[in-house]
Structures are given as C-alpha cells and as structure tokens.
C-alpha cells in the first residue's frame, strides 16, 4: 500500500488531536483534522476580552526542562524551545482569614525551611514528606517510545521508588495532610473534589517543579498550541475550524467492521483510510458510533469510574499592578463560598498573572479563580431552560469571589474593569467534554495511571487519543497517547514510523 495515497481524518483539535496529526504527517500520511470550535485546542484554551487574556489550563507544563525525556518528546510535535518558561520560585501561598499563612515554595530545601518553621512539632511527617518528593523528583519516567520490557532494566534500578509509589498511591491528597497535626499544613492538601486525588498527582508535580521540569509557558496553554499548529501547517497538514464531527462512517466487513471516514454536522462526508477520535470519549462511543462498539469492557469506564469534576471560572481584568503577589494565593475561609446547589467551597484559589505580560496592559492584571463542581446538570439545564435565572446566578458567584478577593488585596473590587464568568456548560460548549470535566478520568487513590486500550473490538481502522485513554489527563497526554497510536497505525500498514523526521 503507498503510503501516500493514505489518508487520516482526525476528530478534535484539542492537544492530541493535533499532535497524533503531527507524528501522522511525519510519517507520511495525508491528514485532515476537524475541529468543530472556531480555535484550536480544546480544553488548553485562554480568550481575550477588552485588553486583558484569560487564561484556564496551563498552570505547569512537563516537560519544560531542556534536558528532560518528555522535553525530547515535545520535540517531535513542535519547536517547543521557542517557548519562553518561567520557572516559580513560590508555586502558591495559602492564608487564612485571621492572617497566617504558609507558602508553597518549588524548591525542596525551601519547602521543607517553610513547613518546619510553621509546624515543628511535626519535624518527622516533615521531613518524611520532602525525604519523598526528593526520591520522586529523580525517578525516570517509563520512556513513551519505549516498551514496557524495554523500559524495564531501567524501572528495576528504580525499585525502592517503586515501592514508595505504590504506597503512596493507595492515598488521596486529604488523607495524606492528616498526618500533619498543624491545620493549615493539612489544607495544603487540598480540600472537596479535587482533595480526593490520589496524592501521587501532588507529589510528581511538587518533584518535576523542584527539577525546573513543570514551568509555566508565557502566553499559556494557547503558546503550545499554536506552535503544535505550525507544525502542522509546515508539513502539510490541514486543520479545519468549525467542522464539526456527527457520525463516523462504517463499512461492515464478513468479521470485523471498519471506519472509512466522517460525516460533518454540513452533511458532507468525508473518506478516509483511518478515523481517530481525539474528541470526548463518550461523545465518541454513545453518539460519534452510536453505541454499537460499546462491550461489556468498553462500557465499564462510563459506568463506573469518576471523572475529574468541571468548574466554573470567574476571570478578572484589574487595573492594578499586582507585582508582589504569588502566582497562586488560596484562601481559607471561615465561612464557605456557595457555588451551587451541592457545591460549597471552604478553599478559593486565585491565580495572579502578574507573570505574564502578555495578558494584560502594562500597570494591569488577569486574575482567575477556579471554583471546582460536580453539579455540571445544575448550570446546563439553568443555561438551557432560564437564560436570565443563569446569568444572575453568574453575577452572584462573581461578586462573591470579588468580595474574597477583596479580602486578600484590600481595595482591590474598586479596580476591576473586566469579569467573565465560565461555567460548566461553556466547558461542555466549548470542547464536548462529558459532564464538563475539566481533565478526563479522574484517579482517586488505588487507580491507576495506566493507558487504557485505544482501540474497539470490531472496529478495525479506528483509534482513540487524548485523555479520554489516559487516565488523570493534562497536556502530555497529548503526544504520550498519540504516538503509540501512530506507531500502530505505521506497524499495520507496513509504513517506517518516523516520529523525528
Ligand atoms: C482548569 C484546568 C487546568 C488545567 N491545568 C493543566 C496544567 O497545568 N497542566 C497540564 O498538563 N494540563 C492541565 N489541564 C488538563 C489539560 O488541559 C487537558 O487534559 C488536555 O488539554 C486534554 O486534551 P485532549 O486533546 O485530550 O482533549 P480536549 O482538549 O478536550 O480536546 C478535544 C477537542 O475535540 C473537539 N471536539 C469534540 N467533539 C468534536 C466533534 N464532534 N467534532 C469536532 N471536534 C470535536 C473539542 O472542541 C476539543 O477541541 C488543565 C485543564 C483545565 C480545564
């Protein structure tokens, strides 16, 4: 078969989407990805309104290290060295509302200094917790390219961190801070939703940050995209804005089925030798399919496992220098914020760009501030049957986090000059992602990281990428995923897999 004359249609231009495009095109195929959103990038977005960029994704990206093997693989998908990365001294820094606070420091030694002045009467749990992060932070990631036998001589040299791991793994984020007796040491771990994690995700990321290896990407997640989309567009790929994806096409084979190409919400139609979803996973398989490649195995996932929750996001354009502030400050507050029926937070984390001249004029500032919810139902049905009810309710939050804000930088509500509000149902709007979820599957402890198969049984020349097939998500599951689906796709047709072409 010529590689040439073959033809890949790709459903999504989130980050695996276009980076399972880039390795496809490097190896030779002819690609056309179909985004139903008139900008790339799915979930790693940011929008601009009146001067200021708001920004929701990119708070660290893995892989920013030059040296590191995930940099390496950012490397088959785009000129990543072309970003610029700032690397936090201080992560964050939680108060309270009597005037303590603590500060989240990248450095280990620094970290360790901090939680030892806060709380030395619990020096063992201490030091235990940064003996820990220190251990992981050298730990080798399995290398995405490589197999699991091949990787092995090297995880066997890893075998104590191994062993850590894996206790590690059987706790949440929550669990964890209550080995410390200090209350505002136990808050650094999180509370609600996203504190039921398991307390793995927490301690790879505290680890990559102290090896300069989770930086953020001036211009945010958008930075990233645009530069996987030159790529792209250099190698003669094709990306097309507002196609969006109705059906997939299927021809019915004497054993298995196969995908011959997509039709568009247009009603036009368009063939391929290979379709991949990089779109939402359920989307994928109870509407894109139809459901009927749903097995007992394929349906489990859907039925019984979590996804991670979705969220609201109030954004803030503030005609102040907020020069001075931490990337990242978390408020306790005595008395919770109500987000919505069922949502009550007692932790509201804002993020300060002070960072990042891109995103506002000189003298100004974005603000976000993250409010997490799993009552995705209660703001699509209120967006759909009472448009006004919705955008009081909007209002309310709003004011509300102002108001938080307010608290942490007196005087400050006077200086805002722009406030968005994002809901789950913008987040469902915007990328198709079931229940609004922020990142996919959602790992509490005792689940795993592992890949999930990315194929149907019955479906030949089908594949899925992205997060919806890699549990806990975040952008390098992006080319982590698609490579190996490419590589696949390559090893069937009986084409070189050229990933650094
Ligand atoms: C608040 C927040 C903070 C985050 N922070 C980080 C972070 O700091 N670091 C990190 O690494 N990750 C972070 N993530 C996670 C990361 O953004 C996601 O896991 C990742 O972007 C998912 O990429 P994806 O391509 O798998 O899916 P998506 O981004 O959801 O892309 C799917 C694409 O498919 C398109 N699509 C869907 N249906 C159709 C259809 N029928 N036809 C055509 N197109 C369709 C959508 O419009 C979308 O563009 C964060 C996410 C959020 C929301």
């Not at 806060?118 to 820990?132: K, N, W």
């Not at 953020?216 to 190698?235: E, F, M, P, T």
């Not at 987040?427 to 992602?433: A, D, L, Q, S, Y």
Request: hydrophobic content about 40%.
């Amino acid at each position: 078969m010529k590689q040439d004359a073959r033809k890949i249609v790709i459903v999504g231009g989130g980050i695996a989407g276009l980076c399972a495009a880039v390795y496809a095109q490097k190896c030779g195929y002819q690609v056309e990805v179909l985004e139903m959103h008139d900008i790339p990038g799915g979930l790693a977005a940011n929008w601009r309104r009146c001067g200021y960029t708001f920004e929701t994704c990119l708070h660290w990206l893995y892989g920013s290290n030059p040296s590191s093997p995930m940099h390496a693989q950012w490397r088959e998908v785009c000129d990543i060295d072309r970003l610029t990365f700032i690397d936090h001294e201080i992560f964050g820094c939680i108060q309270t509302e009597s005037g303590e606070s603590l500060t989240i420091y990248t450095d280990v030694d620094r970290l360790e200094a901090e939680f030892l002045r806060r709380a030395p009467q619990d020096e063992r749990t201490v030091r235990q917790f940064t003996a820990a992060i220190r251990k992981i932070a050298k730990f080798r990631m399995p290398s995405p390219g490589r197999s699991w036998v091949a990787n092995l001589p090297a995880l066997a040299g890893d075998l104590p961190c191994l062993l850590l791991l894996r206790q590690l793994s059987r706790l949440s984020c929550m669990e964890y801070g209550q080995r410390f007796t200090d209350p505002l040491l136990r808050s650094a771990f999180g509370e609600g939703e996203m504190g039921q994690m398991t307390v793995l995700a927490l301690f790879f990321s505290l680890g990559w940050m102290s090896q300069h290896d989770a930086a953020y990407a001036i211009g945010g997640s958008q930075a990233l995209i645009r530069l996987i989309v030159d790529k792209l567009i250099g190698l003669g790929g094709r990306l097309r804005l507002g196609a969006r994806v109705e059906r997939i096409l299927i021809a019915n084979g004497a054993e298995n089925n196969a995908a011959v190409g997509v039709r568009l919400a247009s009603g036009e139609v368009i063939a391929a030798d290979w379709v991949i979803s990089a779109a939402d996973g359920h989307a994928t398989l109870y509407d894109l399919l139809g459901g009927k490649y749903l097995t007992e195995a394929t349906r489990k996932p859907y039925e019984q496992m979590q996804t991670f929750p979705s969220y609201l996001q109030v954004s803030l354009g503030v005609a102040r220098d907020l020069a001075g502030q931490p990337p990242i400050v978390t408020r306790l507050l005595d008395a919770p914020l109500s987000v919505d029926p069922g949502t009550q937070l007692r932790q509201v984390s804002f993020r300060i760009f002070n960072f990042d001249p891109t995103f506002a004029p000189a003298g100004k500032t974005a603000v976000t501030c993250f409010l997490p919810t799993r009552n995705f139902e209660y703001w699509s049905s209120l967006e759909q049957s009472d448009h006004d009810a919705y955008q009081v309710e909007k209002h309310r939050v709003a004011a509300d986090v102002i108001a938080v804000l307010d608290s942490i930088v007196p005087g400050i509500s006077s200086g805002v000059e722009v406030v968005d509000v994002s809901t789950p149902a913008t987040v469902h709007r915007f990328t198709g992602n079931w229940k609004g979820s922020m990142e996919g599957w959602f790992i509490p402890p005792g689940v795993s990281f592992k890949p999930m198969p990315n194929t149907l049984p019955g479906l030949r020349h089908f594949l899925m990428v992205g997060q919806w097939v890699s549990p806990g998500g975040g952008l390098p599951c992006g080319p982590m995923t698609a490579r190996p689906a490419i590589q696949s796709i390559c090893h069937y047709d009986h084409v070189p897999f050229t990933p650094t072409a």
